[in-house]
């Protein structure tokens, strides 16, 4: 098996690391100024800090594995598994439809079902190197 973390944008981390935990200050700020209810607190902390929570889970828990039969994509809690021999086509993309990537140079999967989630491996060379190896049905753009 080989494991490729994806490739991590600065778009993406400015989210993560400026733009949450500056809503959290902001909103922790204006509960300073004014005298509020306790369940106020645990509301202006208790969402901002699961979303952030999940935001770093997907910073950290993105990435993508090729093992002898299959591509396993994870993101946070959300694994696809897609066969080797299923993998038509290999293309890249800069589409910014959601999925478990982390920037905006991805590849796109094509398989006998269609379309898979679109990826970005940090080290696209190796990994579309390693899927020619082991998908020779495939059309591999790079």
């Known amino acids: 098996m080989r494991y490729f973390p994806s490739e991590r944008s600065l778009w993406f ?7 949450v935990p ?4 902001f909103l922790l700020v204006l509960l300073l100024r004014e005298p509020t209810r306790w369940w106020d607190w645990i509301l202006a902390g208790a969402a901002p800090a ?6 770093i889970w997907i ?3 993105t990435g993508y594995a090729v093992t ?3 591509l396993v994509i994870r993101s946070a809690f959300l694994t696809w598994r897609i066969p080797l021999a299923a993998i038509r086509r290999v293309r890249p993309t800069r589409s910014p439809l959601t999925s478990p990537a982390l920037s905006m140079d991805r590849l796109e999967v094509r398989t006998n079902k269609g379309s898979a989630p679109l990826i970005s491996p940090r080290n696209r ?5 390693l899927l020619r190896e082991r998908c020779p049905q495939a059309d591999i753009v790079a």
């Open 13 to 19: 981390g400015l989210i993560v690391w400026v733009v």
């Open 68 to 70: 002898e039969n299959e």
């Open 22 to 25: 500056g809503v959290v200050a």
């Open 59 to 61: 910073w950290f828990g």
């Open 125 to 129: 060379s190796e990994f579309l190197a």
């Open 50 to 55: 699961a979303l952030e929570g999940l935001l």
